[in-house]
T-cell receptor
Framework: NAGVTQTPKFQVLKTGQSMTLQCAQD?????MSWYRQDPGMGLRLIHY???????DQGEVPNGYNVSRSTTEDFPLRLLSAAPSQTSVYFC????????????FGSGTQLSVL | GQQVMQIPQYQHVQEGEDFTTYCNSS?????IQWYKQRPGGHPVFLIQ?????EVKKQKRLTFQFGEAKKNSSLHITATQTTDVGTYFC?????????????FGQGTELSVKP
């Protein structure tokens, strides 16, 4: 049981490049979410999903897209990377929703130059 | 919008001293969750409080949920170097899309041996 798996662990992009951060969970969790962590800002919610085919915006959704075609996967897409998107990104899942405890992946450190 | 405020942002203590972090929500919560993130790691769930005025203990950690279900605290008695990390509170804000878990800014605890 791997839990929540994020890839890659580290990534460096140039401004304007696009990329996808991958997130997969093997716990059959319905709820998945993406957070970014910046010094002094805590964990800010980017997008979340309550099940396959359903996504919604969080606190800081601009510049990011998500989709949820399967229960297991919840990729995060950066369409045109900006230096302001330099951050640590965490994917997290829970069994059924925001009221239940989250299991976090190990994170992706992203630098945009 | 929904806000979760957490203070202090940093706390430096001598080993053996006590530590407390406080969490306040802009609205009433159905529950409050607490997470710990070790340096370089990912957030890990500690506990969830559901009832008004609830108090729960985990060894040297005491968690409280306010009577109005809008505030919470985490108190650590006689800190140890293993307590080092950032402590986050989080509250679920429910909507038609299943809700979102909003985190406070976190309190970073350092312990001097």
């Amino acid at each position: 049981n791997a839990g929540v798996t994020q890839t890659p662990k580290f990534q460096v992009l140039k401004t304007g490049q696009s990329m996808t951060l991958q997130c997969a969970q093997d716990m059959n969790h319905e709820y998945m979410s993406w957070y970014r962590q910046d010094p002094g800002m805590g964990l800010r919610l980017i997008h979340y999903s309550v099940g396959a085919g359903i996504t919604d915006q969080g606190e800081v959704p601009n510049g990011y897209n998500v989709s949820r075609s399967t229960t297991e996967d919840f990729p995060l897409r950066l369409l045109s990377a900006a230096p302001s998107q330099t951050s640590v990104y965490f994917c997290a899942s829970s069994r059924q929703g925001a009221k239940e405890k989250l299991f976090f992946g190990s994170g992706t450190q992203l630098s945009v130059l | 919008g929904q806000q979760v405020m957490q203070i202090p942002q940093y706390q430096h203590v001598q080993e053996g001293e006590d530590f407390t972090t406080y969490c306040n929500s802009s609205t009433t919560l159905s529950n409050i969750q607490w997470y710990k993130q070790r340096p370089g790691g990912h957030p890990v769930f500690l506990i969830q409080l559901v009832k008004s005025g609830e108090v729960k203990k985990q060894k040297r950690l005491t968690f409280q949920f306010g009577e109005a279900k809008k505030n919470s605290s985490l108190h650590i008695t006689a800190t140890q170097t293993t307590d080092v990390g950032t402590y986050f509170c989080a509250g679920p804000y429910m909507n038609n899309q299943g809700g979102k878990l909003i985190f406070g800014q976190g309190t970073e605890l350092s312990v001097k041996p």
